[in-house]
């Protein structure tokens, strides 16, 4: 097994617990914790998927534009 993939599902062992811990103390219901601890995960990965699509369409409009600020001032002083 390759140690990237220890590390994420030692994350996520890591992530469920805290999850279950929190909403256990904050509820007092076992199945409640459960339920929000499987929940929670489930729709952050959906949320970084579609935050990853938008970073991902943020540096394409960056390299069409022809980089950053840097690359901007330096064309604009004549430099490139």
């Given at each position: 097994?390759?140690?990237?993939?220890i590390?994420?599902?030692?994350?996520?062992?890591?992530?469920?617990?805290?999850?279950?811990?929190?909403a256990?103390?904050?509820?007092?219901?076992?199945?409640?914790?459960?339920?929000?601890?499987?929940?929670?995960?489930?729709?952050n990965?959906?949320?970084?998927?579609?935050?990853?699509?938008?970073?991902?369409?943020?540096?394409?409009?960056?390299?069409?534009?022809?980089?950053?600020?840097?690359?901007?001032?330096?064309?604009?002083?004549?430099?490139?």
């Amino acid at each position: 097994m390759s140690r990237d993939l220890i590390k994420t599902l030692t994350y996520l062992a890591l992530h469920l617990t805290v999850g279950f811990t929190v909403a256990y103390v904050m509820t007092g219901s076992l199945a409640l914790a459960g339920g929000i601890a499987l929940i929670e995960p489930s729709i952050n990965a959906v949320a970084f998927f579609f935050h990853e699509k938008a970073w991902k369409a943020a540096d394409a409009r960056k390299a069409a534009d022809g980089g950053g600020p840097i690359q901007i001032g330096a064309r604009l002083a004549g430099a490139v």
